[in-house]
């Protein structure tokens, strides 16, 4: 079972019933922020040479130590 988040959660707030899907299955609610966020930018992030790949990660880390 692979939660993939959709182009509507590119603009506002995360799909409820994907955050509430993955909390019912054990996720805190930051642990699901972050898998949703991150299902919806690696798609993206798998268009990028490797370079650029590692730079923004880097940033996303940052980030997602912040949620």
């Known amino acids: ?3 993939k988040a959709t182009h509507a959660a590119s603009v506002g707030q995360l799909d409820k019933r994907q955050l509430e899907f993955l909390m019912r299955r054990g996720f805190d609610k930051k642990q699901a922020v972050k898998i949703l966020i991150r299902s919806f930018i690696d798609d993206i992030l798998q268009t990028l ?3 650029k790949r590692n730079a923004i990660e880097n940033k996303l ?3 997602y ?3």
């Open 65 to 67: 130590e912040q949620i």
């Open 1 to 3: 079972n692979e939660v």
């Open 49 to 51: 040479e490797q370079s």
């Open 61 to 63: 880390q940052k980030l």
